[in-house]
Each structure stands twice: as structure tokens, then as C-alpha cells.
């Protein structure tokens, strides 16, 4: 069956919040597209966890049951392409993919996540979501009472250590240089038994992803069974800053408190508006780009 080529809302990304939206759409009888690359950021995590009904479902298992029920509504439509570039023109935004295939539409969900900046360090990337991980609510429990690292300096690294706390006995921080704590993070730090390691990482070592050894530029290596790593990032598409959405000082879409971005007609949802990283938290602001939506929709068309 071919696509049609126009429709009411267009979703750019079909993991969590991209099928949460559509479905609240797709219950409307709205005419929606999913356009998904087919490669989440979490394709690398073995279990999902912290999302109620499917604690320790693994990821792909969430989307592929999601999926099957999205599309179970008629007027949701799923294609696997890349979508490469965006314009409005006469209140239609045009969205183009890397097939070259071409679609129009009304309003414009962007559920497209972030792109984590992977560090250099050897090992790093094949241990990312399996033992260096980013959230301790998302991954802190399944690594509890183990030998845990935290890779980062400064204040990051005093919050990290601060949640984390709780969760192991045997805590350090590896701040890759000098530490960067003031007295008072020092003194805290310090009354909790968690100590500091200033010198470079040059390998991380393991076995199919999993920390066996952390060595260091002076050739000296500590076992570790866990560590922490908060990674910068940037937008996994352009298409939304193409289109003049505004980004936030962390490098976040700038949205207001309905996921409406600084165009009209544009939304997004999921992690690449917001600090809280999670397949909770980004099903639950697809459910309500879903409904505004809808509403806008509504109130366009009543």
C-alpha cells in the first residue's frame, strides 16, 4: 500500500515518545505519520528499567510492543526512512527523507532523542549502557553493593557521588586531571568514605562490555565493576534549529510546559527537550504533545 502524502501531524522518531504521541492521535482519528530511523540511543542497554509494567523489559521489546499496538489504529501510519530536511511554506511544513520521498503536514512532532558525544577513551563506547551508564535511577539498582566508579569532575561529579551514595560502599570519583571540588564538597565528600582518583584514564578493560579494569595514563590499573559517566550531547537531528526552533543553554529544544517549541505548529517531546532522560518520562510527554495536539487540531477545524 502506498503512503499517502499528506497528513494532519507528522512525528520525526518512533521509539517511546514518537508511538506514545501517536497513539493518543491515532485514538482521535487523526491521520498521522511516523517517520523512525530505526536506530534508538538505547539499542546498546541489555534491560530498561524504573518504568512501571516493564521493569526489566529490555528496550527493544517496549518499542516493538508499542509499536504493534500503535499501529493497530488505522490512521497511524509507520515508514523506516531518515528524514534529512524540514521547511514551512503557506502554514505546511514539508518534511524530506533520504529516499527522497516527500510529506506534508499541519503540526510536527519532533521525537527524535539526542545524540550522546561519545568519550575517546579505549573501551568506553562498547561499555555505554551496559556497565558505564548515565542515570543511577534508570541503571543504579542493577549495579548496587558493586565496586563503583564515577567518571567526571566538578560539581556533576559531587551530585553523581551524592545519589549514588546510597547505593554502594565502595565509591570513587575519576576526575581525568585535578579535582575541581570547593572545601565544603571536599569535607562531604570525605565523611562518605568516597574517594578521588585524579589521574587520566587511558583503557577501559572488560568483557563484552562489562568493566573488568580501569587503567590509567601511568600504566597502574584499578578492577571496577560499574561507573557513571555523564556524556555531552547534541541534537540527533537538525531539522528542528533548520526549521528556526530555538534551543535551550544546555543544548535542550526549548519547549514550554505543552511541548509547543518556539514555532507555532512544532512540537517535541521525549529527551531531546528534556533533562530527564527515561522511557517513563518520554512516553509521558508524548501522551501529551498527543492530546495538545489533537486539541489544536480540534480547534482549527470545530
Known sequence: MN?????EAIIVGGSYSGLSAAMALGRSLRNVL?????????RQTPHSQNFITQDGATPKEISQKAKSQVLKYNTVNFIEE???KGKQANNTFHILTASGKEFETKKLIFATGIKDIMSSIKGFSDCWGISVVHCPYCHGYEIKNKKTGIIANG???FHLASLVN?????????TRGKAIFDPEQMAKLNKNNIRIIEKEITEIEHENGYIKNVIFNDNSREPFEATYAPLPFKQHSDIPELLGCELNE???IQVDTMYRTTIEGVFACGDNCSRMRSVANAVA???IVGAVV??????EQF
Open 3 to 7: 503512503t499517502p502524502k499528506k497528513f
Open 250 to 252: 544546555q543544548g535542550y
Open 294 to 299: 489533537n486539541m489544536e487540531l480540534t480547534n
Open 155 to 157: 560539581e556533576m561529579a
Open 82 to 84: 531518515i528524514a534529512i
Open 34 to 42: 511516523i517517520i523512525d530511523s530505526g536506530l534508538p540511543c538505547n
Open 285 to 287: 510527554s508524548g501522551n
Open 166 to 174: 546510597n547505593l554502594t560502599d565502595d565509591l570513587g570519583i575519576l
